[in-house]
Every structure is written in structure tokens, then in C-alpha cells.
């Protein structure tokens, strides 16, 4: 009908979870808000995918050259926890618990998708090691196959280091989560690192 | 984390349907994204809602004066069809039944939501009935308090071109719908309004 609205529709429906019923919905509700308010939206992505920048440390998101979270002084500088994404660390930093640095792979070895240990910062990672206080390495990546096969990959790189420490996070069936719901593999290996519960006394 | 994130989330959930967590789903996806590829979505959506424009004779979305519609001449000039939203126009548009010109009327009269006869294009749908040639003018809004007064004003403000007849599009239990999960109005009004079977002879 129009092709500034076919255009935008068809943009808008390659981001994911959007289709073009979504798209042509969010396109009209745009048609009804103030043209400042929509540009405003265009601009902060823009500046945003334009102007982002990765820590020189942990290659988390960074509006500087180093993230806050390797900038702020009072984390412990002893631990790196190791995720894929950026939004590994927003999860965890949410729970409040973890007080180390984080290192962001950038993904997983994943033949499949042409991903190879070169395409990840794992050498970043090494050279931190090197240079810094460094004890402890905690890896906490996904339970797949490609994330497994990273797992291994950087345990083996990491043995030039003696003296780190390298575990990865724990396995079990989620707070909230019902035994019913929960894979064989979970269950099994949640059985057999079964804790001991602490007696009165 | 990042203020250049902070406000691509901010920004995008003032979307409908999208909440801050599809917001940062749908940047840190962009993240992955060509540079390119989101700066054309952003290109596309800006170049939409500040260049589009109305059609001067039924204020349908139009890329230039008159909207592809009302250029059509293979159309039937005779019958306008008045809707509310330009997405309604899509809708029957896409039924490929209707064969003559729409009158898009931008809302509906709401006193709630400060939405007067004078914010609706209701002076053009009769100006176009002064000048054109239209003998029937169907009108097809919602079947709300607001928009039966929408209704009830257009007719009489119609009412100074007698020879213009005054349609509703008719109301009752959809294809595929059940009567036990109709609404008691709608069900009152398909008996009302029964269509005889034509039988064979």
C-alpha cells in the first residue's frame, strides 16, 4: 500500500520474534506516537550499535574502555568467571552473589556454525592469567556438546597455569523446578553430587 | 552496565507488547547483527514516520498525494467504506471482495480520551460527498459505546445528502465460531437479523 510502510515492516520483521503481523502492528503504534519520540527509539539504537565498545579486560559491553565491573576496584580480582555472552553476566550480576571479574567468550567452538577457538578471547583470557592475580577460573557455560568441547579447550590452555584453580558452576535440578520436569542426565548427575544436609545438634 | 544499552532497552520498551526483557533479547541480538543491518532498520523506520503521508481525499497512508486506492480507477467511485484506523483498510483489503474507496477516520469521538468530532475526519468524508459522485457510504467501525456515537454523528451529519444511502456492515456469529462462545449480543442480534435459506426447486 504504501512502501515506507512495507519497508519498515520488512526491517522490523528481521529481528527475532517479530513477525510481519508484529511488524505492521508496532509500524501503525508508531504512526501514533510524536515523530521525536519514534526518532529518539531510531537514535538510541543507532548510537548504540554504532558506538558500543568491548572491554580491553573481559570483552563484556563497554561504553569505555574498560567495563565497570573490571574498573570497580572492590571486586575480588582473584576469581574470572567465564561465560559466552554478555547476557551470562547480566544474569549473573543479578543474583547479587558473585563479587569476581568476568571473562566474555563471544560464543562457543561450534563447528557446525564455522565458530573455531580463534573466533573466541580465549587468548585474551591466557594473557590476563599472565599478567594478573588469577586463582581461581570459573567456568560456567552452557551443557551442550560445543559447550563442553570450549570447556575442555580452555582447561587444556590453562594448564600452563598450575596454580589455577579451574571448576566450573554446579549442575542439579533448579530451586522451583520439579523432579517430574527435569531431564534423565540432570537428575542423575543431581543424585550423584547429592549433598549432605547439616543435623541439629 | 552500559548507557548506550541502558538506552536502546529503555527506548525500545516504550514499544506495545515489548517489556524490558524482549527489549534487551532484541539488542543484544542487534549486537550480533551487520552494523549495516540494523542501521537500515532504524533507516527504514525513521524514513516511515517522518516522511509518510495522508491521502488528501481519504487519509489512508499514501506515499504521495492520493493513495494508490483512491488512483485506482478501476475502482468504484459510487461506495465509500468508512473505517476507523488505516489497519482496517488493510484488513478488508485483503479480503479482495471490496471494490470501492475507503474513508479513513483516524479514531473514533472519545470523550475519555479527549477524542472530538473535530479531531476526525468526518468534514472530508463530506466534502468528498458534496463534490464525488458517492451513493453509498457503508460505514464499518466498532461495535463500542464509542464507536456507535461515531456512528450515530456521521449519520446525521449525512443526513444533508438524502440521496446517499447509509450502510452498516453486518454483525453476527463469525465463520468458524461457536455459539456457545459468543456474546449474548451478538447471538440476539444473528437471530434477529436471520437470512432465509434460498431452497432448491
Known amino acids: 500500500m504504501s512502501k515506507l510502510l512495507d519497508d519498515a515492516v520488512n526491517e522490523l520483521s528481521k529481528l527475532p520474534s517479530i513477525g510481519r503481523r508484529t511488524a505492521l502492528r508496532l509500524s501503525l503504534h508508531m504512526l501514533r506516537m510524536d515523530v521525536q519520540q519514534v526518532n529518539m527509539i531510531t537514535e538510541s539504537i543507532g548510537k548504540f550499535r554504532n558506538n558500543i565498545r568491548y572491554c580491553s579486560c573481559c570483552n563484556n559491553l563497554s561504553d569505555n574502555e574498560l567495563c565497570p565491573i573490571c574498573e570497580d576496584l572492590s571486586r575480588d580480582r582473584s576469581i574470572v568467571c567465564v561465560v559466552e555472552h554478555i547476557g551470562d553476566v547480566m544474569s549473573i550480576e543479578k543474583t547479587n552473589q558473585y563479587k569476581g571479574l568476568y571473562h566474555v567468550l563471544g560464543g562457543v567452538i561450534s563447528p557446525m556454525h564455522g ?10 583470557l591466557l594473557s590476563n592469567a599472565q599478567k594478573n592475580e588469577i586463582q581461581e577460573v570459573i567456568l560456567a557455560l552452557s551443557t551442550t556438546i560445543e559447550g563442553e568441547t570450549t570447556q575442555f579447550y580452555i582447561t587444556r590452555r590453562l594448564e600452563e597455569f598450575p596454580d589455577i584453580k579451574i571448576s566450573t558452576i554446579a549442575r542439579g535440578i533448579g530451586f522451583g523446578d520439579e523432579l517430574e520436569f527435569s531431564d534423565e542426565l540432570t537428575i542423575a548427575h543431581a543424585i550423584h553430587n547429592r549433598t549432605k544436609i547439616a543435623k541439629y545438634e
Open 115 to 124: 565458530t573455531g577457538p580463534s573466533d573466541l578471547k580465549v587468548d585474551l
